[in-house]
């Protein structure tokens, strides 16, 4: 599988936010996307998963299901947890378990897989941000998806849930995965480097 | 399917959970109804007269109270960048998130209209007449509200917005409606004939409004 990205530009609120970006990414492997404030890691990776339209450029992603766009293969973890207050841990995995369909895991597993069974009953109003991010973490194991597009993935994460998040990671690219993950701090994965911003 | 399923379900176990707004278009729909006798006063006939058309004004306010958050929550908290790449077609999606919503909302509203019907000197007859009109109409302005509430989701306080991009577009349904009542209950006309003009304006609200709403919501993503 390959995720590529030719001459690619993104316009927003008439500011262009980068233009000219080629990228690529072979399955097992992982795109650390970094760069500064407001270089375009986030529209970067929103482009990607088809919640921006490019000004130019086009994106493929070859060996896939032909069958079913990028998007549609891809998990997106953003800044936002998607997480609803009013319902319980366990309800909110198995929502998006349900809703995303696919391969899917069992829901209690992956709640163990990321330290959170203990609190499935809870509602998700009583997490703090790190369980929050724990839990959308969890979604990313509840439904098997091959193209991860993580922004921030470790923000907010304690020591071992990265070291947890780590393991998640290497375990997703072994199995055949691909991730693209802006970031500011290291991944602690081996990583490619794309480079953003700054002259811009 | 069970993906839609799947978001029905969640859809309507937030709205009856606290802070959920089924219950409180219920409330504002009753307080409603309960200040027109004082506004208007104890004249029985007039009251009763006046009836269908303030049900059905309440009822309009009440489904417009709880429209503003049906993008809106799912957009503040990313859910919405999901569903948009989810699997499942935006427009079967939003018409899932309609359907959620007239279930916990809409409902409710149809269920409570035969006690408040007491309260404006309505009888038997009037009272099931304007329940059944509800029942048909109220799909329509769910759907086409749907519409308003994809345009307005990027806004911030976009309930105003809301109010004053559907509100004339349920002007028919509120024509329909009233007439399907007042025919039911004094005539000339046969209750038949503007109910089926009601009925066919949910019918043809329900296939635009999932697609024009899916529209503008693509549209509008940032």
Redesign the interface.
């Known amino acids: 599988m390959r995720l590529s990205g030719r001459n690619l530009k993104c316009v ?1 609120g008439g500011r262009e936010v980068f233009s000219s970006l080629d990228l690529s990414a072979v399955a097992g492997e992982a795109l650390a996307v970094t760069g500064p404030n407001g270089a375009g890691k986030t529209s970067l990776l929103r482009v990607l ?4 339209v490019p000004a130019e450029g086009s994106i493929a992603l070859e060996g896939g299901d032909a069958e ?1 766009s990028l ?2 293969q ?1 998990h ?1 973890l ?7 207050p ?2 319980s841990v366990a ?1 909110n995995l198995s ?2 378990r ?5 391969e899917t895991e069992d829901a209690g597993r992956c709640l163990a897989a990321v330290a959170l069974d203990h609190a499935a009953h809870l509602p998700a109003a009583y997490l703090s941000a790190g369980q929050r991010r724990r839990l959308s973490i969890a979604r990313l194991l509840s439904v098997r998806r091959p193209v991860w597009l993580l922004d921030e993935p470790t923000s907010a994460l304690d020591a071992a849930g990265q070291a947890l998040f780590v393991g998640l990671m290497r375990a997703h690219l072994a199995s055949g995965g691909l991730i693209v993950a802006a970031t500011h701090l290291p991944l602690g994965i081996d990583a490619r480097d794309l480079r953003m911003g700054g002259a811009a | 399917m ?2 839609l ?3 029905i ?2 859809d309507i ?2 709205a009856l ?4 707004g089924a219950l409180i278009g219920v409330l504002f729909f009753l307080t409603v109804t309960v200040l027109m006798p004082f506004a208007v006063g104890p004249d029985l006939a007039l009251l009763s007269r006046l009836g269908p058309a303030i049900l059905w004004l309440g009822a309009l306010l009440a489904s417009l109270l709880t429209l503003d958050r049906l993008f809106t929550a799912d957009h ?4 919405l ?8 077609p935006l427009e079967l999606a939003c018409a899932a998130k309609a359907l959620a919503h007239w279930i916990a909302a809409g409902l409710p509203l149809i269920i409570a209209t035969p006690v408040l019907g007491l309260l404006l000197n309505l009888d038997g007859t009037a009272t099931l007449a304007v329940a059944a009109t509800l029942l048909a109409g109220t799909p329509a302005l769910t759907f086409t509200g749907m519409i308003g509430a994809a345009l307005a989701v990027t806004l911030h306080r976009g309930g105003l917005l809301l109010a004053v991009l559907v509100l004339p577009l349920s002007i028919p349904v509120l024509i329909f409606g009233v007439a399907a009542s007042q025919a039911a209950i004094s005539g000339p006309l046969p209750f038949g004939t503007p109910f089926s003009i009601l009925c066919a304006l949910s019918l043809a609200s329900l296939v635009i409004g999932p697609f024009a709403a899916a529209a503008s919501l693509r549209h509008g ?2």
Request: aromatic share 8%; proline share 2%; net charge neutral.
């Open positions: 927003r998963a088809g919640l921006l079913l998007p549609e891809a997106y953003g800044h936002r947890d998607a997480l609803k009013a319902l309800e929502f998006w349900d809703f995303l369909g696919g | 069970s993906a399923t799947a978001l379900r969640r176990r937030i959970r606290v802070g959920g503040e908290d990313g859910s960048d999901l569903i948009v790449m989810s699997r499942t993503l940032d």
